[in-house]
């Protein structure tokens, strides 16, 4: 790699540094969310809602698409996501 474009990668890493931080600090704040979610609900059962999975996913592509982002990307991310989020509510659920 040439010394320019070595310059030039430390400067986008740099940035994506930046944009992670910001990202730990949005999950941080959906975690808060996800928690009040959780107690709202009364049985286990209701954690995992098919629908609303499915509608956030048509959603996200949607979204991909308008903003020329590769949907698959986004599609993995949120899925992903989701399923965390799912496990998460199952870990600190404390109801029947």
Do not use: A
């Not at 286990?44 to 020329?68: P, T």
């Not at 899925?79 to 509510?89: G, L, T, V």
């Amino acid at each position: 790699m040439s010394p320019k474009n070595k310059k030039e990668l430390i400067l986008i890493r740099k940035k994506l540094d930046s944009l992670d931080n910001k990202l730990i600090e949005l999950i941080k704040k959906r975690t808060k969310l996800v928690d009040k979610v959780v107690q709202l609900k009364v049985f286990k059962k209701e954690i995992v809602d098919k629908k609303r999975i499915s509608n956030i996913l048509k959603g996200v592509k949607q979204k991909s698409i308008r903003k020329n982002i590769d949907p698959k990307i986004t599609h993995r991310i949120w899925k992903n996501m989701i399923w965390s989020y799912i496990n998460y509510e199952r870990k600190i659920f404390k109801k029947k």
